[in-house]
Structure formats: C-alpha cells, structure tokens
C-alpha cells in the first residue's frame, strides 16, 4: 500500500485499441477478396471443362441442347419451346416440365451470346455465388477464417457437385444460391429481404417450396427448443407465427405452380400433351417409390456425401433439419435422383447438407482448446481421414452400383457418430464416460493454434478425398451411367469440322440430329434429337415425329449413334433414291464418322479426313467380339497368338449360331479384298452337303454386302485356308461388321472351325 508522503502514482498507459479490419458490406477486405478470387478461379475453371466437354461430345440434347433451344425459340417469340421433351411428352413449353420461369431473365444474356460457353459461365457463376451465403453462414459459427475457407472449399470441391456442374446446363445450379441466401436472411431475422431469394427459388424449380419448408420447420424447432420443448409458448412467438405461415404459404404455392404448369401453360401455348394430369401431377411427389433395392442404393448415396463432408454434418444434427425435405423425396418418393452419381440432383443434396457442415466445423472448433474432446475429436477425424483417403479408389470403383462395403461403412460413420454424440454430451454438461487418469490425458491443453492446424489438415484430406472421386480424376471416365463422368483431357479435332457439316444445313430447317450432335444445331426451332437409347419397330418416344411414312429433311448423325435411329429412317439413308449423302467427316475417334443426309439430295458428297485411313488392316479375334458358338483360345501357330474356336452353342434352338462378329468400323467408299484365314472340319456324323459356316458382311442397320456359304470341301484338310472375296463399298459405312455363323442339324453342329484374323486390303 502507497504512503500519502509519496504522492500520486503514475497511472500506466492503456494500450492502444486495436485497428479494425477494413470492411466493406460488414465483410472484411481480405475475406471478399479471397471469395472473388476463388469464385473466379472456379467459373474458370468449370467453363473450361464444360467447353472441353462440348468440344469432346459428351455433352447431349438432354440437358444441353434442351436448354440452348428453349432460351433461343424464348428469344424469337415462342415460350420456351423445346422439342426434346415434346417427342416425349407432346408439350409445347419447357414450363410445362419445369416451372423455370427465371429462364426468362436468361433469355437476353443467351440472345447476347447464343453458344454454349454462355450457359457453361452462367452456371459457374451462379453456383460458386453460393459460397457466399455459405461464407456469411460460417461467420456466425466459425470463428477461423482459415477452417471456414477450408469447409467452403470442401463444398465447392465435393465429387457430387463438381459432377453435377460438369453434366451439361441446369436449373438445379441455381437453387444453392438462393436456398443458402433464403436461409441466412431468415437466420439474421431480414424478413422482408428473404422474400428475393425466395421467390427466385419458386421461379426456378417447383421443389423449391419443399426446401423453404425445410427452413420453416427449422425455424420452429428452435423456437420449440427456446420455449423448453412446449407447444403453447410457440404459437406465441412471432417467429413461430411466421414459420408456421411459411409452411402453409410453401404448400399453397406448391399448388399454384403445379396448376400454372399443367392448365395455364398449355392453355398458353396450346398443348395437349400432361394438362389432363393435373391431379396426378399434383400429388406425383407424394407417391412412395421406394424398393429394398432403391433404399440401399439410397443410403450408400447419402453416406457417401456425409463422408465426402469429413462427417460435419453429423456433429450438428439440428441443422440435418433442413435436409429433410430432399432426402425424403429422393429416397422415398423418386428414388431414381438418388440411385447413382453424376447427374444435377447432387447439388441439392449437398447444398442443404452444407449448413450442417458449417456448424459442425464450428462445433469442432469450439470444443478444440482445452477441452477433454480435443484428442478425441481430432483422433476421429484424422482416421475418418486416412480412411477415407485409403477408400477413395475403392469407392470409385464402385461408383457405378453406388456401393460401398460394409466394412467401410463402420469403419467411417461409426466413429463420427460416436463424436457426435461425444459433443452432446458435453454440452449437456454429463460427465464423460471416462476413468479419472484418462480424463485427465484428455484434458491436457493443447496450443489453439496447433489444434486448429490439425483439424484444417484433417479436412483438406477430404478435399483430396473429393477430388479422387470426382470426374477430374481421369479414371473415373464413365464410372456411372450419369453424364457428369463422361469427361477427359483431350479435345476432339472433329468438334471443329462440326461448323463446315452444319453449314449446309439451310436456316430453321426441319433436321434429325444424334444426342450427341444436337447441342451444335439447338438454336433452330426445327431440331429434333433421337432419343438417347435404341429402340425397335414402333418403340420410339410416343410423339417422335418422324418414321417411314414422314421422313426428316436433314439427318445428323455419327457412327454411335447409328443404332439409336428407327429403322424406318436408317434403312433409307443409303438408299441413293431417298436420301443423299451431303457431306460426312471421317474419324475413327469417338463418336465416329459424322454425317449429314438430305432427302432428295443428287449432287456430290463433301468429305474431310481426320486422319489418314489404314492401307492394310488386320483383324486379329481381339479386335472382334465372340457369339453363343464362339470361344478365345490360345494358338501358337496363329498369326496373332489367339484364335476364335466355335463351340457348340448353349441354346442351339437355331438353325445357325454366331461365332465371331465386329469390328464396328467406318469403311470408306472403294472396292475392297476381304481375306479371311480359317481351319475347319466336319464333325462325327456331319454331313459334306451341308453348311459347315456362313459368313456376310455389312453394317447391322444396312442392307449386306456380301454372304456367302462354306462347305467343307472349301477348307484344306490341315493349315489354314485363306478365302477371299471382293467387296465394293459405295457409301462411307458406318459400323461394319464381319459375322460368321455355325450350321447346325438336328441341334448339333456340322462342323468344327477356327478364325486365324480377317484382313482387309485397301481400296483399289
């Protein structure tokens, strides 16, 4: 204590108040210069790859060209019109099938610029705009801006969204940013400005309602949790009120959209094709779909996006809330959205699982200092880690079924949980189930920043983990049947050709074009696209315009796609009679040879070579595929070391069964020496007036260009005998193959025979 004789003590100096980081909307500087450098990286980033995609053909009518014809015929005076949904549905709107009316704030920007790479940056740039919201989110739970850009960064690379974003152009890349947006207004009580977003969302898609219902019944679970899990205090709390009419409001907009899509649209634009359904098409989402089957393939699905989000969203179980909605409806009432990878619905998916991701990073982050959760929490995240890391590759195998095995399984979701429920406990303040010493291990204090390290780092391996899953990963080149993982890293030099075969296409022209060639003609009303499957005689899409009786004027079509024409139209092609062949691009890459057919056309054929064709080409039985009768078998006196054996067939009910057939290539025009080496003989009891093999030529889809019959006395009686014939090819023809056929009696074979290579010499 200080005696009166020495005076008044100086008084110390107070430091000097921190200087605030500089903010602009309330976001600091540096933080909104990051997310627009991330944002544009990505758009970028993803524009490229959708080009690449585009200039490769794997993007397709479905949904490419559906959406570049509806905004160019929105630009020239019809409603959204697009034919790809009329030959199956006979609509005559888009919005009949979506209630996508925000498409029309699109329509200048496509009119601006009518390519692709227009809808590819639109998309990129709507979806990584929800990274935004989702920042404004994680600032309220998470107090590191180093773990929030890590968790962004885990949404923004997740396997399910970059796949969704790489199939083509959709809609559902919208509702991220206006579900996360809707959400954070409400959550920061800016009521009146929530109704942008959310109004955005009902104009975008029609389950948007579903999905702002999920927000309302999160809204009245907390409001439930505040008024001590009671009902009354929550009817009066104006919170509850509101929430409670949004929910209501949501279903009676739900409604409304589904009359305006099945009665006013069709009305509009005089459609006869779903306005009868308005009742089934009202009560269509709450029809149970689900099987034993589509359950387990649902489950894997949604484990695997919990794991692909480090398992976040299981340490904030309240948030799962506002998952609800879309989980119910892809596993229970339209199992098929979640059945495999790939495809747009993913991004629903993750985006309400991001919220809940974001606050269990914050609950992590919480406990980390100090806490006895500390090495427990980041013990279970460096193993889900590690083994999500060891498992990727065996989960891309396996991406195809959507299976991952049970070991795994537990191996990952059991310790999460457990870490979950580690979480609740404490904050419930029960003491942990734990002997003395062990506690205090745990309780060991450990340097906040070094925690924080261990947990960024345990949650950027997932980013790896993401990345191995996702289509950037070469190997996984069509491991679904879904478009989002037809993607590599080259460029097709047939893409570039695909304006010089178009240009003979007259203006607004009625054309038939493959799936794959569609997206390069949509910007014409008069586009139509054969269906992405083949189909036989009267089995195309119930208003597929064309057949035999009304053929299409202009027929675009590749190789692949050859066998997805009726054969009412694919029969007439090389009739010279019929159709002409305008132009046609050679290539042996896929899709094949493209071509361009005019009804009527008599004048020259254009052609362009992409590469050189072979002079002389062999066709050893790896080349070709074995029928019922037919077998690989090793041959060391062969000229390739392996040979096709004929085999008694397992159902021999035909009179002749396949051995070989293939190999499925373009054969320009010219005249041809098909050589074929063979050994055969006539098996006990086979007669020497009967068949032993019959072999013919030509395309599947297209008259034969030879056929001729094998006896026994054709074939020396040891080595090989080498037969040739003469073809003449007149047209480019796609898809030739080479068949043989084994000749039975009384349902044994009369002969036994072995294929050494076909040959085939160069035009003379």
């Known amino acids: 204590m200080n005696s009166p004789e020495a005076g008044p003590q100086p008084v110390p100096a107070e430091p000097p108040p921190e200087r605030p980081p500089r903010t602009l909307l309330r976001v600091p500087i540096l933080d ?3 997310l627009f450098a991330i944002a544009s990286s990505y758009v970028a980033l993803l524009t490229y790859l959708g080009i690449l995609r585009f200039d490769d053909f794997f993007t397709t009518n479905w949904d490419l060209g559906i959406n570049q014809q509806m905004l160019w015929t929105a630009g020239h005076g019809r409603l959204l019109y697009e034919t790809g949904d009329a030959e199956f549905f006979n609509v005559r709107s888009f919005l009949e099938v979506h209630s996508t009316f925000i498409a029309f704030l699109v329509v200048p920007l496509y009119a601006l610029a009518p390519v692709p790479s227009t809808l590819f940056v639109l998309q990129g740039s709507v979806f990584v705009g929800s990274a935004f919201p989702l920042y404004l989110i994680a600032r309220r739970a998470v107090r590191s801006r180093l773990l929030a850009f890590v968790v962004i960064g885990l949404y923004l690379l997740n396997f399910g969204v970059l796949a969704g974003l790489l199939y083509d152009f959709h809609w559902e890349a919208f509702v991220p940013l206006e579900f996360l947006t809707f959400f954070y207004l409400i959550l920061t009580r800016r009521f009146w400005w929530s109704l942008l ?19 309302a019944v999160f809204v009245l679970y907390e409001e439930w949790e505040k008024a001590g899990f009671r009902w009354r205090p929550l009817f009066r709390s104006r919170d509850g009120r509101l929430a409670i009419s949004l929910l209501a409001g949501m279903g009676v907009v739900y409604i409304l959209l589904r009359l305006i899509q099945y009665v006013a649209i069709p009305y509009l634009v005089g459609s ?5 359904a308005v009742g089934q098409g009202i009560g269509s989402p709450f029809s149970f779909g689900a099987s034993a089957f589509t359950l387990q393939h649902s489950a894997d699905y949604w484990l695997l996006f919990i794991v692909s989000l480090a398992f976040l969203p299981v340490l904030a179980p309240k948030h799962l809330i506002l998952t609800i909605p879309w989980f119910v409806f892809s596993v229970f009432l339209t199992p098929s959205f979640s059945s495999y990878f790939g495809n747009q619905y993913s991004l629903l998916a993750v985006a309400t699982l991001s919220v809940a991701a974001v606050y269990g990073a914050g609950r992590i982050e919480r406990y980390s200092p100090g806490s006895w959760l500390t090495g427990v929490g980041v013990g279970i995240l460096l193993l889900a880690g590690a083994a999500g890391v060891v498992a990727a590759d ?8 959507v299976r991952l095995s049970v070991g795994l399984v537990a191996l990952l979701i059991v310790p999460a949980i ?6 609740y406990l404490d904050e419930r303040r029960v003491p942990a189930p734990y002997p003395g010493p062990f506690r205090r291990l745990m309780n060991r204090r450990v340097g906040r920043r070094a925690q924080r390290s261990v947990v960024v780092v345990a949650l950027a391996c997932f980013v790896g983990v993401n990345l191995l899953l996702s289509p950037l990963n070469v190997t996984n080149f069509q491991a679904t049947p879904f478009p989002g993982y037809w993607f590599q890293y080259d460029q097709n030099p047939a893409s570039s050709e695909m304006p010089w075969l178009t240009s003979f296409i007259p203006t607004d022209s009625v054309v038939l074009a493959s799936d794959y060639l569609f997206p390069f003609v949509a910007n014409n009303p008069n586009a139509w696209a054969l269906p992405w499957y083949s189909f036989g005689p009267g089995e195309p899409p119930l208003y597929f315009p064309f057949s035999g009786s009304n053929l299409p004027p202009y027929v675009l079509i590749d190789t692949s796609d050859w066998g997805n024409l009726p054969a009412s139209i694919g029969d007439q092609l090389f009739n010279v009679t019929t159709y002409g062949l305008v132009a046609y691009v050679y290539s042996t890459t896929f899709p094949g040879t493209l071509y361009l057919f005019e009804l009527g056309f008599h004048g020259p054929t254009q052609a362009r070579y992409l590469e050189k064709p072979s002079m002389d080409q062999y066709y050893s039985p790896a080349s070709l595929a074995t029928g019922s009768s037919g077998v690989y078998a090793a041959n060391p006196f ?3 070391g392996t040979v096709i054996d004929s085999t008694p067939a397992t ?16 054969i320009l025009p010219g005249t041809y020496t098909l050589t074929a080496s063979l050994q055969a003989s006539l098996f006990p009891g086979g007669r020497a007036e009967i068949p032993i093999l019959t072999m013919d030529a030509g395309p599947e889809y297209l008259p034969q260009l030879f056929n001729v019959t094998l006896f026994s006395s054709d074939f020396l009686p040891y080595g090989w005998t080498e037969l040739t014939w003469q073809l003449t090819v007149h047209e480019p023809y796609p898809l030739m193959e080479f068949r043989g056929y084994l000749t039975y009696i009384n349902g044994s074979p009369n002969g036994y025979l072995t294929l050494n290579y076909l040959e085939l010499s160069a035009p003379s």
């Open 638 to 640: 062969s000229r390739f």
């Open 394 to 401: 065996t989960a891309s195998t396996h991406l195809l079924s």
């Open 197 to 215: 977003p959310l109004v955005a969302g009902i104009c975008t898609l029609e389950v948007f309602p579903f999905l702002a219902g999920g927000v």
């Open 651 to 666: 159902n021999p009910s035909y009179a002749q069964t396949c051995v070989w057939f293939g190999p499925y290539e373009t």
């Open 418 to 423: 457990a870490l979950g429920a580690l979480l």
């Open 32 to 34: 909104l210069a990051i």
């Open 272 to 276: 006869s094709g779903v306005a009868s």
